[in-house]
């Protein structure tokens, strides 16, 4: 979503017409509201099952179809959206589509055949990319998704959690490409001797000894830069926290982190540890802070890749 406003507001800015849509999800409003943004609401989330997971779709594409079918867009940009890029498609709508989970193949099987331009970190080998029989026009750029709301980002909140501030992100186990059952639980409850430890669960919100468990939304970005170490599997809080400066260890579950590799070789603080060696880690980065400023301003945000597509095909039309 965060991704979805910071592309939105910038073609605002230049003068065009923008509809941003999400679907109905633990996370999407609450961001949505949080940055000030009233996107449609089309379809839900339901990842109770393969079957559940199919018929929110299907529903999601024949309200997407209903709501665009009289008037489509002169272009789709999503996320790899399946349903919105399914329609898109359909539609005849040009589609632009941003990608930054390589282990994602159900939905990148599903979406990134259709699209017309894939807007792609320089990380991301682009062979990975032509393994779903990609036709596209493959655009890259050199930074990650993240630059797009983090360049030039003012923690609009400030926490009240005493330090040291540890913040542990579990895995998102409803996920399609999530095949193995995991949980960060038992390392964050081993971290809470080391500070006190936020845990962002991903579904529940129900307390939990030793941990604080937020029942209401928490700005990540913002409570991330304000922590002192941030611990996950790799995801965007991981990324939101070392484009910052604080100390990010990734938990070696995932495979395929080019994303993360990348920020590693650039000299982000980003960490990589086996589960048993996450506590040992943590103690050695607890306290550290890097200055990271300038190697953030050094990278392309990709929403500049987007503006620059738009110019030059809208131009050619005009």
């Not at 890029?85 to 359909?90: H, L, M, N, S, Y």
């Not at 990608?99 to 159900?106: F, L, P, S, W």
């Not at 809080?237 to 070392?242: F, G, P, S, W």
Request: net charge positive; hydrophobic share 40%; proline share 5%.
């Amino acid at each position: 979503m965060r991704y979805g406003v910071a592309i939105a507001k910038r073609l605002r800015d230049r003068g065009h017409e923008v509809i941003l849509t999400t679907r109905r999800h633990p996370d999407t409003l609450q961001v949505a509201n949080f940055l000030n943004e009233n996107p449609v609401v089309i379809g839900k989330y339901d990842p109770k099952s393969l079957a559940s997971r199919l018929k929110a779709g299907l529903h999601r594409q024949l309200l997407f179809c209903k709501f665009f079918e009289k008037k489509p867009p002169d272009f789709a940009i999503s996320h790899s959206s399946v349903d919105q890029i399914r329609v898109a498609f359909g539609l005849g709508t040009p589609i632009i589509a941003t990608v930054d989970t390589v282990y994602a193949e159900a939905v990148n099987k599903l979406t990134l055949p259709l699209a017309d331009y894939i807007v792609v970190s320089n990380a991301i080998p682009k062979m990975n990319l032509k393994a779903y029989n990609v036709k596209s026009k493959i655009v890259g750029f050199n930074g990650v998704d993240e630059v797009a709301w983090i360049k030039n980002f003012t923690p609009p909140v400030e926490y009240a959690f005493k330090k040291p501030l540890i913040v542990v992100r579990d895995v998102e186990e409803k996920a399609a490409y999530t095949e193995q059952k995991f949980s960060l639980l038992s390392i964050a409850k081993k971290l809470s001797n080391l500070g006190n430890v936020v845990y962002l669960s991903r579904y529940r919100r129900k307390a939990i000894k030793g941990l604080i468990v937020p029942t209401q939304f928490v700005d990540s970005a913002s409570l991330v830069v304000q922590a002192d170490l941030f611990v996950g599997v790799g995801g965007t809080i991981t990324r939101e926290a070392a484009l910052q400066g604080t100390p990010a260890i990734i938990v070696d579950f995932y495979q395929k982190q080019y994303v993360n590799d990348y920020l590693m070789r650039k000299g982000f603080p980003i960490f990589k540890s086996a589960p048993t060696e996450v506590y040992d880690l943590a103690k050695d980065l607890l306290g550290k802070k890097w200055n990271v400023g300038d190697k953030l301003r050094e990278l392309e945000n990709p929403v500049d890749i987007i503006e620059h597509i738009l110019t030059q095909k809208i131009g050619k039309h005009t």
